[in-house]
């Protein structure tokens, strides 16, 4: 898994913008979570690359993804942006590397 920390709200218009040549993916992820862990413990034996949220240390963040891709806050979660709108958004147990993949092709 190659991850690069979302730490700063000015990276959500990075995000959106590079969505119109990739599709972004947006993992939040709930350090206090055990069901966090686990889905954070199988995205780690893939081979995509994803945006990290720590939604702990970066609520705010978390909360202006939900409003600016239109999706209910979850933990954890897992939301593709493709062409600045989400078209995917999945959590707790039901993320899965494979079925996220399928998304990308």
């Known amino acids: ?6 730490n700063d709200m000015n990276q959500l218009e990075a995000i959106k913008n590079a969505s119109f040549e990739t599709p972004q993916i947006i993992f939040k992820h709930s350090t206090r979570c055990n069901v966090s862990a686990d889905a954070f413990r199988l995205m780690e ?18 909360n202006q993804i939900a409003e600016d891709f239109e999706v209910k806050h979850q933990s954890p979660q897992i939301i593709i942006i493709k062409n600045g709108k989400a078209i995917y958004n999945e959590s707790h147990w039901r993320i899965k590397p494979e079925v996220i993949k399928n998304y990308l092709a």
Do not use: E
């Open 1 to 6: 898994m190659n991850w690069t920390p979302l």
């Open 45 to 62: 034996t893939s081979d995509l690359s994803a945006w990290y949220l720590d939604l702990l240390a970066f609520r705010a963040i978390s």
